[in-house]
C-alpha cells in the first residue's frame, strides 16, 4: 500500500484539546450588528485566542481542521450580547465587553455610530472561561465557554467560574439530580414496602 495523500497532516480521530478553563487574552475577528429572535438590538462577537495567549489560534485551528462542507466559525468563539436591558437601559455584558476592549487597547475609544462593528476588528480583550453543563443530542456534555469578559491584563489572575447549567440540562437531569429526601437523622427516608428498590436486600 502507498502512504495515503495529506497522511501526515490528517487529524488522528477522537484527538480534542479542550478550552483552558479560567482567563484567556482574546483578539476581535469580527463584531456584527444584529437582532435578537425576540427583536432585541445584540452584537455577535466572534474571536481567537491571541498570540500572547496560553492557546494562540485556538478557535482558527479548529476551524481549518474542520472537515464539514458547511463549516462555520466555532461556536465556543463566538458569543451574543444584547445592548439593553428588560428596561430598555444598556446591558451591564455590552458595557462590561466595551470596557475590556477600551482596557485592553490603551487609546481605543468606541467608534459610536456608523463604524461601529468595524472599529473592534483585530483589537484584543480578555475574557475568563468555565464550565456550563448543557444537554445535546441525547447526552450530557460539560463544555468550556467564555462566561464574561475583563480586561486582557485582569485575566492573568482571574478565578475559574463555578459551574452552571443549562435549561436542556436542568430539564434532563432535574429528577435524577435531586438529592433523595434526609430524615432528621441525617439519613434518607426510605418509605415502608419498597424493598425491591434498595441497592441491597
Known amino acids: 500500500m502507498q502512504k495515503p495523500n495529506n497522511f501526515d497532516n490528517t487529524q488522528v480521530q477522537g484527538e480534542f484539546t479542550p478550552v483552558e478553563l479560567g482567563g484567556h487574552i482574546l483578539i476581535i475577528k469580527e463584531v456584527l450588528e444584529m437582532k435578537s429572535k425576540t427583536n432585541k438590538d445584540m452584537i455577535k462577537v466572534s474571536f481567537d485566542f491571541a498570540q500572547n495567549d496560553s492557546q ?16 462555520k466559525w466555532p461556536a465556543n468563539g463566538t458569543t451574543y450580547i444584547l445592548t439593553e436591558d428588560q428596561n430598555g437601559d444598556c446591558s451591564k455584558s455590552f458595557k462590561t465587553f ?5 482596557k485592553s487597547n490603551p487609546g481605543f475609544t468606541v467608534n459610536w455610530g456608523d463604524g461601529f462593528a468595524e472599529c473592534f476588528k483585530n483589537k484584543l480583550a480578555g475574557a475568563v472561561f468555565g464550565v456550563v453543563n448543557d444537554y445535546y443530542n441525547g447526552r450530557n456534555i460539560a463544555k468550556h465557554q467564555l462566561r464574561w469578559f475583563r480586561s486582557a491584563e485582569g485575566v492573568k489572575d482571574a478565578d475559574i467560574p463555578a459551574e452552571i447549567e443549562t435549561k436542556a440540562y436542568k430539564d434532563n437531569n432535574g429528577a435524577s439530580a435531586a438529592a433523595p429526601p434526609v430524615g432528621p437523622d441525617g439519613f434518607m427516608d426510605i418509605p415502608d414496602g419498597i424493598d425491591e428498590e434498595l441497592p441491597f436486600n
Open 98 to 102: 466595551i470596557t475590556s476592549v477600551e
Open 56 to 71: 494562540p489560534g485556538y478557535f482558527e485551528k479548529a476551524f481549518r481542521d474542520d472537515i464539514r462542507p458547511d463549516k
